[in-house]
């Protein structure tokens, strides 16, 4: 009776299942390529920017009207364009129009703006981007 079974091969066992893996992977995956995708965009990125140039002013880091022209960099940057005057707010393009001649009036006046005009500047350049 064993000569019967002398010619039977044994079945070879499966490969090992990867699906598991790739379900743990797969969220990971997705969670970098959704921190990357955050990042990446402009109005998040330029607030972080923003809270640095807030910081290096206060540690003296930065000259005021290099700061200037860094928070007009910055708001382009968030709002994809060449120019602050093309930006459209709705209801609220006369502030903006305001906010925006300030701005030049700081970079392009004679003598460097001070802290304190520094300060509200930056603070109402975040008020815009989160709006």
């Known amino acids: 009776m064993d000569k019967e079974w ?3 091969i044994t ?3 499966p490969p090992p299942d990867a699906t598991h893996l790739l379900w743990w992977l797969l969220p990971i995956l997705l969670a970098i390529l959704l921190g990357v ?6 109005r998040p990125a330029m607030r972080r ?3 640095h140039l807030r910081h290096a002013l206060s540690n003296n880091q930065l000259d005021p009207r290099t700061a200037c022209f860094a928070i007009a960099d910055c708001l382009r940057r968030a709002g994809m364009t060449t120019r602050l ?3 459209d707010f709705g209801s609220q393009q006369a502030c903006w129009r305001d906010f925006v001649a300030q701005l030049q009036q700081l970079q392009y006046r004679p003598r460097p703006p001070s802290q304190g005009e520094l300060e509200r500047l930056l603070n109402e350049a975040q008020e815009w981007l989160h709006r």
């Open 85 to 87: 005057d093309c930006l």
């Open 6 to 8: 002398a010619d039977i």
């Open 37 to 42: 995708y955050y990042r990446r965009r402009p």
């Open 49 to 51: 920017r923003l809270r």
């Open 11 to 13: 079945p070879v066992a």
